[in-house]
């Protein structure tokens, strides 16, 4: 089992009518080729986690990057897993445009890996602490799954 994560800067044209169409068809894609993850949208940059077979998430990856619809692709970490951290998600995803304490922490957690992401390529205890926040918080309901 493989894992990447990248962010990127959305570009002006995407709105979130287009994010929801990309979604839908992502969702269908990844559900296709057993590859699971989650899909965070903030301030305009995207950060995403994918994981399954090491080639299909290259592959997809590298579709992903010829993607006009956001720029500024930097790859974050990737690696080796053991298992997934988002077994049932073919791709969760968070916006932050409701508001709740739940939303809240999570908007700190992502502002702070946005500011300082982690310099090691390789899946590490912060970002995997970052992930496994983010599962659980989306799990618990009180954010939504678009
Ligand atoms: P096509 O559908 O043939 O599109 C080719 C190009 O046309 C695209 O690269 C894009 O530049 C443009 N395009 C396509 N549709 C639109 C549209 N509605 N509006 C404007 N331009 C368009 N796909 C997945 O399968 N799984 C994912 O997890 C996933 N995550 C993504 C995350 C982000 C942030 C973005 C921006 C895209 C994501 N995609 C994902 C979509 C992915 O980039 C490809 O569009 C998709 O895999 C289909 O590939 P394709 O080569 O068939 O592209």
């Not at 994010?19 to 992502?26: F, H, P």
């Not at 989650?38 to 592959?59: H, S, T």
């Not at 080796?80 to 951290?85: G, L, P, S, V, W």
Request: glycine share 4%.
């Amino acid at each position: 089992m493989f894992c990447l994560v990248y962010k990127s800067i959305a570009s002006l044209a995407f709105r979130k009518i287009e994010i929801a169409e990309m979604l839908e068809k992502a969702r269908d894609f990844n559900a296709k080729n057993d590859i699971t993850g989650c899909l965070i949208y903030y301030k305009g940059e995207f950060l995403q986690y994918l994981e399954g077979n090491q080639i299909k998430v290259l592959e997809l990856f590298d579709r992903i990057k010829s993607d006009n619809r956001h720029h500024t692709v930097e790859l974050v970490s990737y690696g080796k897993i053991d298992t997934r951290e988002f077994e049932d998600w073919s791709m969760a995803y968070e916006d932050f445009l409701g508001d709740n304490d739940t939303l809240q922490f999570l908007k700190l957690l992502v502002a702070s890996y946005f500011e300082s992401p982690d310099e090691a390529m390789e899946p590490n205890p912060t970002s995997e602490y970052f992930w496994r926040t983010a599962k659980r918080l989306l799990k618990s309901g009180e954010l939504k799954k678009f």
